[in-house]
C-alpha cells in the first residue's frame, strides 16, 4: 500500500519509501514562486560547483570568488556556501523572476525540495532510502492536485545522477578515520578545497606539477581528465582517498620510492 503524505502540521514527521505519494507541484502561477530562493543557506557540493560552473562558461576559481564563501567545518575541514545576494531579501544570486537561470544546473538541494533524505549508518549501509515532507508555511506548491511516487519526483527532478555522484564524496567525508579527528594543517585543507571544489586548479596541479611523476596512472583515465570534469571529480577524490584518508587509491612510481628509501638511508 501506498503513502500519501500531505505536509507537516507539526503532528510528527512522515516518513516515506520511494513509491509513496505526495502531494506537490511548483510553477510561476503560484504566489508563492521563488519566495524558496531567499534568505537560506545553500551547502554546495563538489558535483553542484561543477554543473554549476559549467553552465556559466566560468572557472572553478571564479565560480568560488563571485558566487560562494568558504567556512571551516567542526572537522576542520572546508565547506562551501552559496553566496546570497546583498540585498534586503538575501535573495540567491540565480534567482528571476521567471525562475531559475540555471534551472537545469541548480544545485542538489533546490533540485529535491520540497522532500528531505532521512539517513542515518544503517539505512546508508542497507541502501534503503526514507524521505519526510519539508514544513514550508509559506508553500502553496502542497495545495497543487498533481501527485507523484517519491521515485517519480526524484527521476523528474535529474536527482539519480547526483546520487550516482555523492558516494564518491561520502567516501572520503564519511570515512571511519576521519571520525573524532579535526584536521588542522593548512596545507591539508587547501589540498582538501582544491581537490573538492576548484577543479580547475586541481586539473593544473595535476598536469603542471610533478605529480604524474610522481605516481603510476592509467594513460587512458589521463587523457579523459584533460577534459572531462567529472572524470577529473573522480580521479581527484580518488586522490583525497590517498592524501587524507591513507586508501592505497595510488601507487607511488618504484623509482621514485627507490630515490625516498635511498634519501632515508633505507634498504
Not at 2 to 25: C, I, Y
Not at 100 to 111: G, H, K, L, M, N
Not at 155 to 182: H, R, S, W
Not at 234 to 259: D, H, S
Amino acid at each position: 500500500m501506498r503513502n500519501h503524505a500531505k505536509p507537516s502540521t507539526g503532528q510528527g514527521l512522515r516518513v516515506l519509501k520511494p513509491d509513496d505519494e505526495f502531494q506537490f507541484d511548483c510553477h510561476k502561477g503560484l504566489n508563492c514562486f521563488t519566495q524558496c530562493c531567499r534568505n537560506i543557506n545553500i551547502f554546495l557540493t563538489p558535483y553542484d560547483i561543477l554543473r554549476m560552473k559549467n553552465a556559466l562558461g566560468i572557472s572553478s576559481e571564479q565560480f568560488l570568488k563571485e558566487y560562494t564563501h568558504t567556512f571551516i567545518a567542526e572537522n576542520g575541514l572546508p565547506a562551501v556556501s552559496l553566496k546570497m545576494a546583498d540585498d534586503e531579501a538575501r535573495s540567491c544570486p540565480f534567482v528571476s523572476p521567471d525562475g531559475c537561470r540555471i534551472y537545469e544546473d541548480r544545485p542538489w538541494s533546490c533540485r529535491i525540495y520540497p522532500l528531505q533524505p532521512e539517513s542515518t549508518q544503517s539505512t546508508e549501509k542497507s541502501g534503503k532510502e526514507f524521505y519526510s515532507i519539508m514544513d514550508i508555511p509559506f508553500c502553496l506548491g502542497f495545495q497543487e492536485n498533481k501527485t507523484s511516487t517519491v521515485r517519480q519526483w526524484l527521476a523528474e527532478q535529474g536527482i539519480p545522477i547526483y546520487m550516482e555522484m555523492e558516494p564518491y564524496f561520502k567516501k572520503i567525508t564519511l570515512n571511519p578515520f576521519l571520525k573524532d579527528k579535526v584536521i588542522e594543517n593548512p596545507k591539508i585543507q587547501q589540498m582538501y578545497y582544491m581537490a573538492c571544489y576548484d577543479l580547475d586548479r586541481f586539473r593544473r596541479f595535476v598536469f603542471d606539477s610533478s605529480f604524474l611523476n610522481q605516481f603510476e596512472t592509467d594513460p587512458e583515465e589521463i587523457e579523459q581528465i584533460k577534459e572531462d570534469d567529472v572524470a577529473l571529480y573522480k580521479f581527484a577524490m580518488k586522490w583525497l582517498e590517498y592524501g587524507l584518508i591513507g586508501q592505497r587509491a595510488f601507487k607511488v612510481r618504484p623509482e621514485v620510492m627507490a630515490t625516498k628509501k635511498q634519501a632515508l638511508g633505507l634498504k
